[in-house]
């Protein structure tokens, strides 16, 4: 890499990024890489929660029945799949916002994600509660 | 000092770049492990699982091989007071996870466990 990183000019955005994120000035790059991880951390928390729903489905199979173990993996995959794909356009309205120096959106899969672990929760208390000593 | 050392010489000292690199280093991880448990389905649900723990290692094996390229851009960002922001990784990331969590739905309601 012969090229002198401190000089010239930014890279060049691609098209596809011309496309999705018009308009405004390119932010501090620290906040660019804030907003990166914090997708990322996003992302890893949707793969813990598909992970949990396979595990539910995989192992607890003497402890739950069908219906039980189904609806419980069920609900974590969709969450994994409503985080997974909501933390995408979190990340794309952060980036926007800081684009246009507007304040930052509030995360709406924040509470997604409180209440769907709550409910999962929840199930297993009341199915804990439930069984038979 | 050789050139690579120096392309990856930045002045933040919020480490910005390398914890980037990092964030994306563990959910590489992440996505090993997610493709591990999908094995766990494999003698239930037969072979479809294959494209589960394929897509999560194809997944993890595409960031992997992209790592150092973003780390050099996040430096030379650092160092320009600019970078354009990674749309195409973060796009088919999350692109990625969706499918994944599609693809375990379907089995879940549609494959029948094998005995």
């Given amino acids: 890499m012969a090229e002198d990183s401190n000089s010239g000019e930014p890279d060049a955005r691609n098209r596809f990024t011309s496309r999705i994120l018009r308009g405004g000035t390119e932010p501090d790059p620290r906040f660019t890489l804030a907003n990166e991880r914090t997708f990322l951390a996003w992302i890893r928390t949707s793969l813990a929660l598909l992970a949990g729903g396979v595990a539910v489905e995989a192992f607890m199979a003497d402890l739950l029945g069908p219906e039980l173990r189904k609806t419980i993996a069920v609900l974590l995959l969709v969450l994994a799949l409503v985080i997974g794909g909501g933390s995408f356009f979190r990340w794309l309205n952060v980036e926007r916002a800081m684009r246009s120096k507007t304040p930052l959106p509030l995360p709406l899969i924040a509470p997604v994600l409180a209440i769907g672990g709550a409910l999962v929760a929840a199930i297993m208390v009341v199915f804990v509660i439930a069984r038979p000593a | ?115």
């Fill in chain 2, 1 to 115: 000092m050789s050139a690579p050392r120096d392309a990856a010489r930045h002045g933040d000292s919020g480490l910005q770049p390398e914890r980037t690199d990092l964030a994306w280093s563990r959910t590489t991880m992440a996505m090993v492990v997610a493709a591990a448990v999908f094995l766990r389905w494999l003698p239930h649900h037969g072979w479809f699982v294959g494209t589960l723990v394929g897509g999560a290692v194809i997944a993890a094996l595409a960031i992997n091989l992209t790592q150092k390229r973003r780390f050099h851009k996040a430096v030379r960002g650092i160092n320009q007071e600019a970078m354009p922001p990674n749309t195409r990784a973060t796009a088919a990331v999350a692109a990625s996870v969706v499918i994944l969590a599609v693809l375990g739905i379907y089995t879940v309601l549609f494959l029948p466990l094998q005995p």
